[in-house]
């Protein structure tokens, strides 16, 4: 018998149809991967199974949790359910967990909660489901609060508080997408294990196909609030008929069209830079300590090429594209761009306007008060000039956007646009260079596609030069001539991208070459 | 909106009110006529006359004008030195700049208001330039707290680093991108202010230190009238609600002005 079956689920929200005519089941100990790209529909399935369904939202159909309809339930009994049969991991870990609370109390207050338990021996049961999520007791005892653990350890704090009472289902929405790879790798295999030994059946949310196709038994891909196709994991890419599925697939190895490296002429060449923090004083006297974010870093990117830069959260490397930026003060070394080098004055002002950069982010990139034409125009600030109608037109227009679009806010836009216009701010003032700081990384995998195929048009148009700064090492791989792997402050690996990738000859690299989810396993 | 409405009535009718006193009002406010004194509301007089005779809605409105001006110039005070300090204390977060202003802040909290005033209206005798003055200067923290707390979070987003990559300097950022987005907070601010320093202006004006006669001002007229409260209690109530029912009405526009400049709210459709 299943364990989660859903029936012809229906949703409307103010009348607004969300979810249409869902039907999936999950057995015991199966992991059900659950994909689709941001608004499908796919956390408000996991909502509705929960009851967790916003005001004024009308649901249709059945929903049966181990048997039991959960349409019906009242409120209270769905209480009880809520923790016990069901547990639900959420994406952002640093969030999900509150900081006032040790993780022994978070993980205790669970079991507590539904076991009626004593205090110490709710704690007792605490230390060992969180050993269950290979927190041992040594190295992690109780009293550890959030904010002393990683990201990855965080998740598993998580983790532990959704297994604790050995629920029957467990709904894991996007739970890997805030980890860099090699933790990611681990979160799954640990969410596996879980599963196997509890026979507990798993409802895997996700964007990323790659995560999902080498973990799950089955599949099914959502699209505007309907699953529009269902397979077996590992078959479905040579099982699938649907186009969109087919489009995902396709989008999500996209390979855009580039013309091969440039000249030999280095165009930014970094020099033994070194960046460093001051750490908060320990005592009122003492001298307080630097952490050295960046150590002794030195590469060229030439003319025309583009340069990747990999290496997981904390490495440095935002620390190292601020410093090229000449936003952060370098301890050491020294920074060129054209030969003339950056000197952190006024002066750069004319050298400057051969470099922009876009940032990840497509929400916060924007002064929510000014309108597009005024956003993208602020480069110009570097040329002394405002800029001409015409140069804005022409600016929307290269990245796919009508001319009409300057009079808009930028709330009016979806996530891809923004970074389309984000692109075009970056363009307008005709830089060589443009910095890509995890520019695509908060995309869905067609957005993401077109926004690739929009760089490599535009690189090949204006003959611009990427430096491609990203933790997503598939999509480096696949635009990038060459790659630098930076771990703790360091370049551990430089190299043509696809020997690098295909003979890592670094540790490090390989470590992380081998975290990376491939499709083509499945 | 209905909040937004009705704080804009209020706020109008009390401006309005000021505004006529200029040009027209019922009787002249300085004109005594002791015969016809403590007058209950008729319809010759809507809000009955005072314990000299005066027609209490001539100097209700009158009285308007006093309010207006202390709590304008001093909110302009507060405005015109605490934002830009505030800015400048977000730009150069963690330096010294950061901490003498802060701290030179954390001073003039330090004092309650109306002792300062009444420290001022000792040495330089009482008057509404003084009670201006004295509100006024508390106002400068308040403004400097506000916008310096909102203004590091705004340093924090990514625009921010583009118009570092543009070249901007501190002063043009915090011009351009930090001050219209922080905006809001300082219109909702500055209307609490507003209503605060009309009832800073009542207080010091009951004991004294205000306005003196014969310009009137509501504070002094709920003070005038204590004593008579049991015979005539409408020569209290009219002052009163006048100052509740503009506060009242600031409050309520300012809450509603923040919704409303703010783009992304005013989309989504009150």
Request: glycine letters at 8%; proline letters at 5%; hydrophobic letters at 45%.
């Given at each position: 018998?299943s364990?989660?079956?859903?029936e012809?689920?229906s949703?409307?929200?103010?009348?607004?149809?969300?979810?249409?005519?869902?039907?999936?089941?999950?057995?015991?100990?199966?992991?059900?991967?659950?994909?689709?790209?941001?608004?499908?529909?796919?956390?408000?399935?996991?909502?509705?199974v929960?009851?967790?369904?916003?005001?004024?939202?009308e649901?249709?159909?059945a929903?049966?949790?181990?048997?039991?309809?959960?349409v019906?339930?009242?409120d209270?009994?769905?209480?009880?359910?809520?923790?016990?049969?069901v547990?639900?991991?959420?994406?952002?870990?640093?969030?999900?967990?509150?900081?006032l609370?040790?993780?022994?109390?978070?993980?205790?207050?669970?079991?507590?909660?539904?076991?009626?338990l004593?205090?110490?021996?709710?704690?007792?049961?605490?230390?060992?489901?969180?050993?269950?999520c290979?927190?041992?007791?040594?190295?992690?005892?109780?009293?550890?609060?959030?904010?002393?653990?990683?990201?990855?350890q965080?998740?598993?704090?998580?983790?532990?508080?959704?297994i604790?009472?050995k629920?029957?289902?467990?709904i894991?929405?996007?739970?890997t997408?805030?980890?860099?790879?090699t933790?990611?790798?681990?979160?799954?295999k640990?969410?596996?294990?879980?599963?196997?030994?509890?026979?507990?059946?798993?409802l895997?949310?996700?964007h990323?196909?790659a995560?999902?196709t080498g973990?799950?038994?089955?599949?099914?891909?959502?699209?505007?609030g309907?699953?529009?196709?269902q397979?077996?994991?590992a078959?479905?890419?040579?099982?699938?008929?649907?186009?969109?599925?087919?489009a995902?697939?396709s989008?999500?190895?996209?390979?855009?069209?580039?013309?091969?490296?440039?000249?030999?002429?280095?165009?930014?060449?970094?020099?033994?830079?070194?960046?460093s923090?001051?750490?908060?004083?320990?005592?009122?006297?003492?001298?307080?300590?630097?952490?050295?974010?960046?150590?002794?870093?030195?590469?060229?990117?030439?003319q025309?090429?583009?340069?990747?830069?990999?290496g997981?959260s904390?490495?440095?490397?935002s620390?190292?594209?601020?410093?090229i930026l000449?936003l952060?003060?370098l301890?050491?070394?020294?920074?060129r761009?054209?030969?003339?080098?950056?000197?952190?004055?006024?002066?750069?002002?004319a050298?400057?306007?051969?470099?922009?950069?876009v940032?990840?982010?497509?929400?916060?990139?924007?002064?929510?008060?000014?309108?597009?034409?005024?956003?993208?125009?602020?480069?110009f600030?570097?040329?002394?000039?405002?800029?001409?109608?015409?140069?804005?037109?022409?600016?929307?227009?290269?990245?796919?956007?009508?001319?009409?679009?300057k009079?808009?806010?930028?709330?009016?836009?979806?996530?891809?646009?923004?970074?389309?216009?984000?692109i075009?701010?970056?363009?307008i003032?005709?830089p060589?260079l443009?910095?890509?700081?995890?520019?695509?990384?908060?995309?869905d995998?067609?957005?993401?596609?077109?926004?690739?195929d929009?760089?490599?048009?535009?690189?090949?148009?204006?003959?611009?030069?990427?430096?491609?700064?990203?933790?997503?090492?598939?999509?480096?791989?696949r635009?990038?001539?060459?790659?630098?792997?930076?771990?703790?402050?360091?370049i551990?690996?430089?190299?043509?991208?696809?020997?690098?990738?295909?003979?890592?000859?670094?540790?490090?690299?390989r470590?992380?070459?081998?975290?990376?989810?491939?499709?083509s396993?499945? | 909106?209905?909040?937004?409405?009705?704080?804009?009535?209020?706020?109008?009718?009390?401006?309005?009110g000021?505004?006529?006193?200029f040009?027209?009002?019922?009787?002249?406010?300085?004109v005594l006529e002791?015969?016809?004194?403590l007058?209950p509301p008729?319809?010759?007089?809507?809000?009955?006359t005072?314990?000299?005779?005066?027609?209490?809605?001539?100097?209700?409105?009158v009285?308007a004008?006093?309010?207006i001006?202390v709590?304008?110039v001093a909110v302009?005070i507060g405005?015109?030195l605490?934002?830009?300090?505030?800015?400048?204390?977000?730009?150069?977060?963690?330096s010294?700049?950061?901490?003498?202003?802060?701290?030179?802040?954390?001073?003039?909290?330090?004092?309650?208001?109306l002792?300062?005033?009444?420290?001022?209206?000792?040495?330089?005798g009482?008057?509404?330039?003084?009670?201006?003055?004295?509100?006024?200067?508390f106002?400068?923290?308040?403004?400097?707290?506000?916008?310096?707390?909102?203004?590091?979070?705004?340093?924090q987003?990514?625009?921010?680093?583009?118009?570092?990559?543009?070249g901007k300097?501190?002063?043009?950022i915090?011009?351009?991108?930090?001050?219209?987005?922080?905006?809001?907070?300082?219109?909702?601010?500055g209307?609490i202010?507003?209503?605060?320093?009309?009832l800073?202006?009542?207080?010091?004006?009951?004991?004294?230190?205000?306005?003196?006669p014969?310009?009137?001002s509501?504070g002094?007229?709920?003070?005038?009238?204590q004593?008579?409260?049991?015979?005539?209690?409408?020569?209290?109530?009219?002052?009163?609600?006048?100052?509740?029912?503009?506060?009242?009405?600031?409050?309520?526009?300012?809450?509603?002005?923040?919704?409303?400049?703010?783009?992304r709210?005013r989309?989504?459709?009150?």
């Amino acid at each position: 018998m299943s364990v989660l079956q859903i029936e012809n689920l229906s949703l409307a929200i103010h009348g607004a149809r969300i979810l249409r005519h869902i039907s999936l089941s999950i057995g015991p100990g199966e992991i059900h991967g659950l994909i689709g790209e941001s608004g499908s529909g796919k956390s408000m399935t996991a909502l509705a199974v929960m009851q967790l369904l916003p005001e004024g939202a009308e649901a249709s159909g059945a929903v049966s949790l181990a048997g039991q309809s959960v349409v019906t339930l009242r409120d209270a009994d769905m209480c009880t359910l809520r923790g016990a049969t069901v547990g639900m991991v959420f994406q952002e870990p640093m969030t999900a967990l509150n900081p006032l609370l040790n993780i022994g109390q978070q993980v205790a207050e669970v079991i507590a909660l539904h076991d009626n338990l004593s205090r110490s021996k709710a704690f007792v049961r605490a230390a060992e489901v969180l050993e269950r999520c290979e927190l041992p007791r040594d190295q992690f005892p109780l009293t550890r609060y959030p904010h002393e653990l990683s990201g990855g350890q965080r998740q598993r704090v998580v983790i532990a508080m959704a297994i604790a009472m050995k629920p029957k289902l467990l709904i894991a929405d996007e739970p890997t997408t805030a980890l860099d790879v090699t933790t990611q790798a681990e979160i799954l295999k640990l969410i596996k294990r879980l599963a196997d030994e509890d026979e507990m059946a798993v409802l895997l949310i996700t964007h990323d196909l790659a995560v999902v196709t080498g973990l799950a038994d089955d599949i099914s891909i959502m699209r505007n609030g309907e699953i529009v196709e269902q397979g077996k994991g590992a078959m479905l890419h040579r099982t699938m008929t649907h186009p969109y599925t087919k489009a995902l697939f396709s989008a999500s190895g996209h390979q855009p069209e580039r013309a091969q490296a440039g000249q030999d002429r280095a165009l930014l060449s970094v020099e033994n830079v070194t960046c460093s923090y001051a750490l908060p004083r320990k005592t009122l006297l003492q001298v307080p300590e630097r952490f050295i974010a960046v150590n002794d870093v030195s590469f060229e990117l030439h003319q025309g090429e583009s340069l990747g830069l990999v290496g997981e959260s904390g490495c440095g490397k935002s620390t190292l594209t601020r410093a090229i930026l000449g936003l952060e003060p370098l301890q050491s070394g020294t920074v060129r761009l054209d030969g003339a080098e950056m000197t952190g004055t006024a002066d750069d002002l004319a050298l400057r306007r051969k470099m922009q950069v876009v940032f990840q982010d497509p929400y916060s990139s924007f002064n929510p008060r000014h309108k597009v034409d005024r956003l993208i125009a602020e480069p110009f600030h570097l040329l002394g000039r405002t800029a001409r109608m015409d140069e804005i037109d022409e600016a929307l227009v290269s990245v796919g956007l009508s001319p009409t679009d300057k009079e808009k806010y930028i709330h009016e836009f979806s996530g891809g646009q923004r970074q389309r216009i984000a692109i075009a701010r970056a363009l307008i003032i005709r830089p060589e260079l443009i910095i890509l700081d995890e520019a695509v990384t908060a995309l869905d995998v067609s957005i993401r596609a077109q926004i690739l195929d929009l760089l490599a048009d535009l690189s090949e148009q204006f003959s611009l030069s990427y430096l491609f700064i990203s933790h997503d090492l598939s999509v480096v791989r696949r635009v990038t001539d060459r790659v630098l792997v930076m771990r703790a402050g360091r370049i551990v690996e430089t190299g043509e991208t696809e020997q690098v990738f295909t003979n890592p000859q670094n540790p490090y690299t390989r470590k992380l070459i081998a975290a990376v989810p491939q499709l083509s396993d499945a | 909106m209905r909040n937004l409405i009705l704080g804009f009535a209020l706020t109008a009718l009390f401006l309005i009110g000021a505004a006529l006193s200029f040009l027209w009002t019922p009787y002249d406010h300085t004109v005594l006529e002791v015969t016809n004194k403590l007058k209950p509301p008729t319809l010759a007089h809507p809000f009955g006359t005072d314990q000299l005779g005066r027609d209490i809605l001539s100097m209700i409105m009158v009285g308007a004008r006093t309010s207006i001006a202390v709590a304008i110039v001093a909110v302009g005070i507060g405005i015109g030195l605490g934002v830009p300090l505030g800015l400048a204390a977000a730009a150069s977060r963690g330096s010294w700049i950061d901490e003498v202003i802060m701290r030179g802040n954390d001073l003039i909290f330090a004092f309650p208001s109306l002792l300062i005033a009444i420290m001022i209206t000792a040495v330089f005798g009482p008057s509404a330039v003084n009670a201006i003055i004295a509100i006024g200067i508390f106002n400068i923290p308040v403004f400097a707290r506000v916008t310096r707390g909102a203004a590091l979070s705004i340093w924090q987003q990514d625009y921010i680093l583009a118009a570092r990559v543009a070249g901007k300097g501190t002063m043009r950022i915090s011009v351009e991108h930090i001050l219209p987005n922080i905006a809001n907070l300082l219109i909702v601010q500055g209307t609490i202010q507003f209503s605060l320093g009309i009832l800073a202006e009542a207080a010091l004006s009951y004991v004294g230190l205000g306005a003196q006669p014969p310009v009137p001002s509501w504070g002094r007229m709920l003070a005038d009238s204590q004593t008579l409260f049991m015979i005539a209690p409408h020569i209290t109530l009219f002052p009163g609600c006048a100052i509740v029912l503009t506060v009242l009405g600031l409050n309520l526009a300012g809450d509603g002005l923040r919704d409303l400049l703010d783009p992304r709210i005013r989309r989504a459709g009150l």
